[in-house]
């Protein structure tokens, strides 16, 4: 039903596409993010077969970032973070895209499935890897008619290292929004269930 109230699963998997772009807002303004914040990012990636949102999230803990910030979005009279809010929406944009797009999808999870092996050699934060990840977001995602421009310091974004950390960050919430397609998100969530997705985020 079009009206039907949105669950907690999906409430986070959207906490978590706010939560990536948050970060990528944070990575593009300063060149760094906790190191722990992308071991959690490649672990949604590189995890294409969870058996539960707790298995690819982990702890709702792990996603607070998005949390408050999907908060304070929904709650806020004004928008306080513009390029946050901007990231989001390309962000949902670009999975609703390639949710009707097998022959992406395909490519995409060949592509995720060796740099899964790649990981069990490395690390899933190892710079091979993150290079291989960003490189598959260079090649299937941004040859897609929209792309999302990310602003911050020129100084950070002209980086080899910080730009593949940016690319994996928006895989990552891609990741997310195509999980919360999945799970029977809808836009009409967030044009009338706005209070019912507040009450199914973690207190």
């Known amino acids: 039903m079009i009206f039907s109230r949105p669950t907690s699963d999906q409430a986070l998997s959207l906490a978590a596409v706010f939560h990536y772009a948050v970060l990528v807002d944070r990575l593009a303004n300063t060149g760094e993010i906790p190191e722990v ?8 990636l590189l995890n294409q077969n969870p058996d539960s949102i707790v298995d690819l999230y982990g702890p709702s803990d792990n996603i607070s970032l998005g949390v408050r910030s999907m908060r304070d979005m929904i709650v806020s009279q004004y928008n306080q ?4 809010t901007r990231y989001v929406i390309g962000i949902m944009y670009l999975a609703r895209r390639l949710y009707s797009d097998p022959e992406r999808l395909k490519n995409i999870a060949d592509r995720i499935l060796n740099a899964n092996h790649q990981a ?15 490189g598959v977001y260079t090649d299937v995602v941004s040859t897609m008619r929209s792309r999302i421009q990310v602003t911050g310091n020129a100084l950070y974004l002209s980086q080899p290292a910080v730009a593949q950390r940016v690319r994996c960050l928006l895989f990552a919430g891609i990741r997310s929004a195509f999980l919360w397609q999945q799970l029977g998100g809808k836009r009409s969530h967030l044009l009338w269930q706005r209070k019912n997705l507040i009450k199914a985020l973690p207190k």
């Open 37 to 44: 914040e992308l071991a959690n990012a490649m672990a949604v």
């Open 81 to 84: 973070h513009a390029d946050v």
């Open 120 to 134: 069990e050699h490395f690390s899933p934060t190892h710079d091979n890897v993150i290079a291989n990840v960003a």
